[in-house]
């Protein structure tokens, strides 16, 4: 295998979806900035071009809004044939930038600190302007977001897995009513069959909508919300995020003791995910009390927050032992598995790679080198798409994906530095 030419051709994804400021996750698919996948696309720039990797982040805080939120997608130009664009989200004067009017994982703070330490140092002036708009973001997630030390997604974009299975209980108290018709862009791209439903889509946009009859008010959002998910996505990745940033404090001679309390409420928070009747991380539906009870990739974000578990250990080894190209985003034992739809079944690289990290970090390595290794060969052999089948490793999606070329330069190839 030619592991120095697929460097090169990674290189080449990220030059071809720059857009000078800001990067798009594939050419066509997604035409704008989407928050965390800037983040990816920044740690994969700093490993052969680190100022472009600041201005990636940087042009991502650009468009905070002045509550603290960073949005999760920055229409920095118009494309008319994209749907939903600012227009149906009307968030005129709620930021400095044409925006949605909810965020996404807070994967930043994390790969603002690999960025830094990658190049030995080097760019504190960045990292110093870049820490009060950081602070700023997880304050606002943990004064809204946060319920009983949980954090919460009240749109299935925000966790930035659409359509995964612990979703699926909360969308069905929905009945989206008047959304009246649209034309998506995904589908025109896509198989639809690799794609979330439509019956799915309605109750996305109808979410939207109300976000938009409530002029995207924080307080008037939280107040009986149609949708709500205690996720372990959210939750693993800010805590993680916070021990970055309070990292980065530290090194900056800032005070870091709030930080350090908002990974304690999680640290206490993340217990109330755990199902009881399984053992296993999952999601909660607000709504009705219940556990989703479906095993995601999202589960065994646990090591990457920071939290030692020896029950996901053996839940770990059964996800390995049950697909070619682990990790799937849902358990092949569901029976809502489906190995080419979107976050029901199919293999992200960027959820690989923070679960390696977090194996690394609690000193599972064989574990951590398992899955760089079983990465490394699915998109040796299959490319840089957005996401691929955990059985054979058929390409969906976006094929020429800007996460999946960072995580290979980051992470993943032979030739990465790695964690």
Not at 192 to 211: C, E, F, H, N
Not at 305 to 321: H, N, Q, T, V, W
Not at 359 to 381: F, Q, V
Request: glycine letters at 8%.
């Amino acid at each position: 295998m030619d592991y120095a030419a697929l460097d090169t051709k990674a290189q080449e994804i990220l030059r071809g979806n720059d857009r000078g400021t800001y990067t798009v996750p594939t050419f066509g698919l997604y035409p704008y900035q989407w928050n965390w996948d800037s983040a990816f696309a920044a740690w994969g720039f700093s490993t052969f071009d680190v100022d472009r990797a600041w201005v990636e982040i940087e042009t991502l805080f650009s468009g905070q809004w002045p509550n603290g939120m960073v949005p999760h997608i920055l229409f920095h130009q118009d494309d008319p044939g994209y749907y939903p664009g600012p227009d149906v989200w009307a968030t005129e004067g709620k930021g400095p930038i044409p925006s949605s009017g909810i965020t996404q994982p807070a994967v930043a703070a994390t790969f603002a600190r690999k960025t830094w330490e990658r190049n030995k140092g080097k760019g504190e002036a960045h990292v110093r302007a870049l820490f009060p708009m950081m602070k700023a973001w997880h304050a606002w997630f943990m004064a809204w977001r946060a319920v009983d030390g949980a954090i919460v997604v009240t749109h299935p974009w925000e966790a930035g897995r659409d359509n995964c299975a612990d979703w699926d209980s909360a969308m069905a108290m929905i009945e989206p009513s008047g959304v009246g018709e649209y034309t998506r862009r995904d589908t025109s791209h896509v198989d639809a069959s690799m794609r979330p439903t439509k019956a799915d889509y309605d109750r996305y946009i109808w979410l939207v909508q109300r976000g938009r009859r409530l002029g995207w008010d924080d307080a008037a959002m939280a107040e009986d919300r149609p949708f709500a998910v205690a996720d372990p996505t959210l939750t693993f990745i800010l805590m993680r995020a916070n021990r970055d940033l309070a990292h980065i404090a530290e090194a900056l001679g800032e005070d870091r003791s709030e930080i350090d309390s908002w990974t304690r409420t999680l640290e206490n928070g993340a217990e109330t995910l755990r199902n009881p009747d399984t053992g296993v991380f999952d999601a909660i539906n607000l709504r009705s009390g219940e556990h989703t009870g479906h095993v995601t990739s999202a589960s065994f974000l646990c090591w990457y927050a920071r939290l030692d578990d020896p029950r996901m250990g053996a839940e770990l080894a059964k996800s390995f032992a049950s697909c070619r190209y682990p990790v799937p985003s849902l358990a092949l034992s569901s029976p809502d598995f489906d190995g080419m739809r979107y976050w029901r079944g199919p293999t992200w690289a960027i959820m690989n790679a923070m679960i390696a990290m977090g194996l690394k970090d609690m000193g599972y390595e064989n574990e951590a080198t398992h899955l760089r290794s079983a990465t490394r060969d699915l998109i040796a052999e299959h490319g840089f798409a957005e996401y691929f089948h955990p059985d054979n490793g058929q390409p969906a999606g976006g094929g020429t994906f800007t996460w999946t070329a960072a995580v290979w330069l980051a992470w993943a190839s032979p030739n990465a530095e790695g964690f």
